[in-house]
């Protein structure tokens, strides 16, 4: 049995640490995290976390460099000062994309922040919605990969009558079908040819979307250049509404441009990432919380309690 819950946050997502520690009843343990002038990242935990089970709170989102270093410092440091257990939860999983050899002399950096993570300290991950489950298997330690599909589809409970769910690749269809067993709702899918990175141009639909509110779903957006083009066709199809739900709001480039010029009715994400401030002011953006969910996850790993009945 480890020691009493502490709960650590970077400054990557500190609402969405906040929120957790606010259905927990606990508060953050005190952090210094800042930089040096040269630009190194300075980081100091601020009491002791002896024997302690302890959680730190990081998504590696941009700028992704700077916010995984800091996670990693705080891991060194945690582990230096004789936490009993720590834990990283990280809700969104940088790097993620790279996660296989996709050139004769490319990178798989998945698997090398994975490396970084646990030479650094990590006992235990928990993360959510990874690109790519395979991912799981980068790590030495136990991963906890939690599904943001109830809390995503939480607002479209009530349309589930005329709902067909909608996987905008093929890639995609495993994470589409489990979304559309939850609502009793039928699939269909998106042929996209993806001609460069972040470029991809869909063509038609497989499956029937005529007349019925079309739901697509995905782990991220980034560009918006694919789900925007997919929303197109499925409109085009004969679809009545188009809606969007993905875990994470990656939100880079014109991402936000491309979203309130699209036919989307509503594009729902998680605060996995932290909102920027020009994607706040989107009409067509809902965002919706996984705090509940990465506490009550928490307090179970911490209790000793099933993680699984979460799934």
Do not use: W
């Amino acid at each position: 049995m480890y020691g009493d819950l502490k709960i650590l946050s970077g400054t990557s997502n500190e609402p969405l640490a906040n929120a957790i520690c606010d259905h927990l009843g606990c508060q953050l343990t005190s952090v210094l995290c800042s930089t040096f002038s040269d630009g190194e990242c300075r980081v100091e935990i601020g009491e002791s976390v002896r024997g302690k089970d302890v959680f730190v709170i990081q998504s590696t989102s941009a700028p992704v460099n700077d916010n995984f270093m800091q996670l990693c410092l705080l891991l060194d440091a945690l582990k230096r000062a004789s936490a009993g257990r720590i834990t990283a939860v990280i809700p969104y999983y940088g790097y993620a994309r790279q996660d296989r050899k996709a050139s004769p002399r490319a990178p798989i950096s998945a698997k090398m922040t994975a490396d970084f993570l646990s030479t650094a300290g990590a006992n235990r991950v928990v993360t959510v919605d990874l690109h790519a489950g395979q991912i799981q298997g980068f790590f030495n330690c136990p991963v906890d990969n939690l599904f943001a599909s109830r809390v995503l589809l939480q607002p479209l409970y009530d349309l589930r009558e005329n709902v067909v769910v909608i996987s905008p690749d093929a890639g995609g269809v495993e994470r589409a079908r489990a979304y559309a067993k939850l609502i009793e709702a039928p699939l269909a899918i998106i042929d996209k040819r993806r001609d460069c990175p972040n470029q991809a141009s869909a063509t038609h639909v497989i499956g029937d979307v005529k007349g019925k509110i079309a739901v697509l779903v995905d782990d991220m957006i980034d560009t918006a250049g694919t789900i925007t083009a997919a929303a197109k066709v499925l409109q085009d199809a004969g679809a009545s509404e188009v809606y969007a739900c993905a875990s994470h709001g990656v939100l880079s480039g014109p991402a936000i441009e491309r979203i309130n010029n699209s036919v989307f009715k509503k594009v729902i994400v998680t605060d996995t990432i932290s909102v920027p401030e020009k994607a706040a002011s989107c009409p067509k953006l809902q965002v919706v919380s996984i705090a509940s969910l990465l506490a009550k996850t928490i307090h179970n790993i911490h209790i000793g309690s099933s993680v699984s009945v979460l799934f």
